[in-house]
């Protein structure tokens, strides 16, 4: 049995998600990156693909028993409550995958918006 490499499995969903267009793969710490015109709204790590959410979309993940990312800290666990593990039936259908991957992009762009509007505020 093979080991597919977060990069390699990001490649896989970046094809499999033709809604956004040209994706691009980044290096992102342990994992890769999923990028549309310089914006992240997904991440591979460990396996397993997480989407950007946001108050409008994460009631649908954690509907589907979805949770946030979290990450050993130094002193304790630390969740990322703005990425979520995408769920198995959604994963497997191509058509679910785009278009959550598709409202995790508009959480991501929303999330730019509102640090940008801040900083000059």
Same mark, same amino acid.
Request: with cysteine; hydrophobic share 40%; glycine share 6%.
């Given at each position: 049995? *093979?080991? +597919? *490499? @977060?990069?390699? $499995?990001a490649l896989d969903f970046a094809e499999r998600i033709k809604t956004l267009g040209a994706i691009s793969v980044s290096r992102f710490f342990g994992g890769a990156g999923l990028v549309v015109a310089g914006v992240q709204f997904g991440f591979v790590m460990?396996? *397993? $693909? &997480?989407?950007?959410v946001n108050d409008k979309t994460r009631p649908n993940f954690e509907a589907?028993?979805? @949770? =946030?990312? %979290? &990450? @050993?800290?130094? %002193? #304790?666990? +630390? %969740?990322?409550?703005t990425y979520y593990? @995408? =769920?198995? #039936? +959604? +994963? #497997? #259908?191509p058509d679910e995958l785009g278009r959550w991957a598709n409202e995790a992009h508009c959480a991501a762009l929303a999330a730019r918006q509102r640090s940008r509007s801040a900083k000059r505020g």
């Open positions: 049995m *093979s080991v +597919v *490499s @977060a990069r390699e $499995l460990k396996g *397993s $693909l &997480y989407l950007r589907l028993g979805a @949770a =946030p990312f %979290t &990450y @050993a800290g130094r %002193t #304790d666990k +630390v %969740t990322v409550a593990e @995408a =769920p198995c #039936d +959604v +994963v #497997d #259908d």
